[in-house]
């Protein structure tokens, strides 16, 4: 039997500071994502991109998140294929 390795990613999107201001009459986005306000994401590998603002966060977790993907499916980019790393 082989020995599982810990898991290293636990990704996470939060969001500071987005509730909409009902004085200004905004609406929530109807797909219930904050559209405005500071948002970071972390992962337990040690990602963490501070304050950004939501579209960019969202941009940065979909890059980790494929990253991650392509870790678990045994993929290696081209670069690092021509140098010879293997895992």
Not at 26 to 37: E, I, K, L, Q
Request: a negative charge.
């Amino acid at each position: 039997m082989s020995e599982q390795q810990p898991f290293r990613h636990n990704l996470r999107f939060e969001n500071h500071g987005a509730d909409p201001d009902p004085q200004h009459g905004a609406d929530p986005s109807p797909s219930g994502r904050a559209t405005t306000g500071a948002t970071t994401v972390t992962c337990t590998c040690g990602l963490d991109t501070g304050a950004l603002p939501s579209d960019d966060a969202r941009l940065m977790y979909e890059v980790h998140r494929n990253e991650i993907r392509d870790q678990v499916r045994g993929w290696m980019p081209p670069s690092a294929a021509a140098d010879g790393h293997q895992d």
